[in-house]
């Protein structure tokens, strides 16, 4: 009994441990109610996943292959090492010593080579497959509607085109091959410790159930752990995405200490969560080598006592040379499978980016191109608007953005070619909702809307949506240079721009900047003021030659001086196309030849400036309003 006395002590101490890491496992089994499960079967997201690394067969084979190649040294190796620690011991001979340390150095960079032309390979083909990745969900997202975007977080969608699709690339250059290969050397050396020596493989193998059993346990603590990581990176990316965009804001209303506390929340929620992965992994990889220890310390007991007592163990002789194999062996046995625990759980945490992606590339747009029922021919594919007249109506409209909840109700109106129309009403009776739908950001519930007398759904969307150009109260302006926002990447001369920017007098503002069309343009153009935005905002419409212009609040957060050189600039474009003007300053819409007045989604009335005011009607008390308004701000 004395003579086990130290594998029983070991013994004890693996059942201690084994007695506490269950415990552990039983009781957050309990305390987690529901856990967060996917919705995509692995085999449903290891299908699409295969087919952007299909087009990549060739080099995929090539690196199992040499995969194959770099695994032979971790399977030589102990064989050659042990070989020579017996025929040195036995028949010493300088020049076999040689060409043994000549072999094993012929294995080793033979194996350091297709180690590095296999990373080269992945990375490569990974970078491939990690581009066409994100270029399909960059595409699918430019196709979803204003609707679907607005129900998105930004930072949502940001860490599904970055993090998620990252997590993705790094299962294809490293997890995937890292799989394949520790399990070919796990069975290999499984294979080649039991033809060595049966004896000392079982003894190796008793400490495999306790591997697979911390293995379970460490899986259901790290995917726990991954996933609180995740969803606090998610949060902390959609809080900074808002936050760093609406800073203007916090500043103004002196909110900065408040939303600091907000983010050091939400970013020591973050650091929770990573060090919570930290204590999971830093746990998991002491008892791993801990087993590893063990069994190591056994082959030395049992191997080192037959050796010097001439003992046999089930009828296998023990050797210094197969002691020394076996050694090697234990290390090459026992990473490998704690490898394979913490990759897999990478997979999972791969498998889980992938669904996220593919749940937001499985979104159907809702508003897309409709095919046409042609009585002879059975399909054709939707109209292409060559030319527009700029010819608009509404016929019996009802528009909701929630069902029930209706803001156009029964809305019905006719835009001439050429026409300037305006719409007026308070804030919520459905005036930026109209323009909205002529453009066909969103598509109505009941009605029609006709585009030079043909069904608005009938019409291709990017054809639709060329003709159109819209003016915003918030101009939008790219990271870039002037010259870029006004082209947009569009095939156009510089005289063609200089041309459309003097056409809406901003010619005079950007002659005045230091480098011209070239200036840069900072983050949304905030080097800029909110009258330099909108001209430039009207010479990007006027250079992109639209049929029908759409102006909603174009005027509403700019300057007198500046005013004036936007009237001059809309009695200008006035003459190019049908112009539908959405403003609260009446004064913009004085020249109108229809106005439109909304409330509560119904129109009340219309007629040009004159008539409106001879009704008396909603239009005059306005008009009064704001007419009495400037009288006192004058005096």
């Given amino acids: ?41 692995d085999g449903e997201i290891i299908g699409r996943l295969l087919r952007y690394a299909s087009p990549y067969k060739k080099e995929f084979a090539t690196v199992l292959g040499l995969l194959l190649c770099s695994i032979a040294y971790d399977l030589a190796a102990p064989l050659l090492i042990g070989h020579i ?48 990745l994100r270029e399909d969900i960059f595409v699918h997202i ?22 998620d699709t990252e997590a993705i690339s790094y299962m294809f250059t490293n997890v995937l091959a890292t799989l394949v290969k520790n399990i070919v050397i796990v069975v290999g050396v499984l294979i080649a410790m039991l033809c060595l020596n049966y004896a000392l493989t079982l003894m190796v193998m ?28 998610t949060d902390l990316n959609t809080y900074l995405s808002e936050n760093l965009s609406g800073m203007k804001l916090i500043q103004i209303f002196n ?92 997979l999972q945490r791969s498998f889980a980016a992938a669904e996220k992606i593919f ?27 060559t030319e527009l007249r700029g010819e608009i109506e509404f016929q019996d409209v009802w ?25 007026v009403g308070a804030t919520g009776s459905g005036k930026s909702t109209i323009l909205s739908l002529i453009c066909r950001n969103y598509d109505i519930q009941q009605g029609r809307i006709l585009i030079d007398g043909i069904d608005i759904r009938k019409i291709r969307i990017d054809s639709l949506r060329r003709h159109f150009g819209q003016m915003l109260q918030d101009v939008f302006l790219f990271s870039g240079t002037v ?73 509403a957060n700019i300057d007198t001086e500046t005013e004036a050189l936007i009237q001059d600039s809309l009695e200008k474009m006035r003459s190019i196309g049908t112009m539908l003007i959405v403003a609260h300053r009446l004064s913009t819409i004085q020249h109108a030849d229809n106005i439109i007045v909304l409330s509560q989604g119904r129109i009340m009335e219309q007629g040009d400036h004159q008539a409106l005011l001879q009704q008396r009607g909603r239009y005059y008390q306005l008009y009064m309003t704001q007419y009495t308004k400037a009288q006192l701000e004058n005096s």
């Fill in 1 to 41: 009994m004395r003579t086990y006395l130290p594998i029983l002590l070991m013994c004890s101490i693996i059942a201690v441990f084994t007695l506490l890491f269950v415990g552990l496992y039983l009781r957050d089994k309990k305390e987690t109610a529901a856990e967060e499960t996917r919705q995509m079967k």
């Fill in 85 to 132: 620690e017996e025929t040195v011991k036995e028949t010493f001979s300088l020049s076999y010593l040689y060409a043994m340390v000549g072999i094993y150095a012929v294995i080793l960079v033979v194996s350091m080579v297709c180690t590095y032309l296999q990373s080269i390979i992945l990375q490569k083909t990974g970078q491939k497959i990690l581009s066409a």
């Fill in 142 to 163: 430019e196709g979803l509607s204003h609707g679907q975007l607005a129900a998105i977080p930004v930072g949502k969608l940001v860490t599904r085109a970055t993090n």
């Fill in 206 to 233: 008793c400490f495999v159930p306790f591997v697979v059993l911390f293995t379970v346990i460490f899986r259901r603590f790290s995917r726990k752990a991954h996933r609180t990581v995740n969803d606090a990176t």
């Fill in 255 to 346: 909110r900065e200490d408040q939303k600091m506390e907000d983010f050091l929340v939400k970013s020591k929620a973050l650091q929770k969560a990573r060090r919570n992965r930290l204590y999971v992994f830093g746990i998991f990889r002491p008892m791993i080598h801990m087993l590893e220890f063990c069994a190591v310390m056994c082959l030395f007991y049992l191997g080192a006592k037959g050796y010097m007592e001439n003992m046999t163990i089930l009828g296998q002789a023990m050797t210094s040379g197969m002691v020394v194999t076996f050694y090697m062996y234990i290390s090459r046995f026992f990473n490998p499978i704690q490898t394979l625990a913490e990759q897999y759980d990478t």
């Fill in 359 to 385: 749940t937001v590339m499985d979104m159907a747009p809702e508003v897309v191109n409709e095919t046409l029922e042609a009585e002879i021919e059975g399909e054709m594919e939707p109209v292409e608007l």
């Fill in 399 to 423: 528009f909701a953005y929630k069902p029930g909840e209706w803001v156009l109700k029964g809305v019905s109106f006719h835009v001439y070619p050429g026409q300037t129309v305006a719409f």
């Fill in 483 to 555: 010259g870029s926002n006004l082209t947009l990447r569009g095939d156009f001369t510089e005289e063609e721009v200089w041309q459309a920017c003097r056409y809406v007098n901003a010619d005079g503002f950007i002659k005045k900047l230091k480098n011209g069309l070239d200036e840069e343009v900072r983050e949304r153009g905030n080097n800029f003021s909110a009258g330099q935005r909108q001209l430039l905002s009207f010479a990007r419409t006027v250079l992109h030659r639209p049929s029908v212009m759409i102006l909603d609040e174009a005027t």
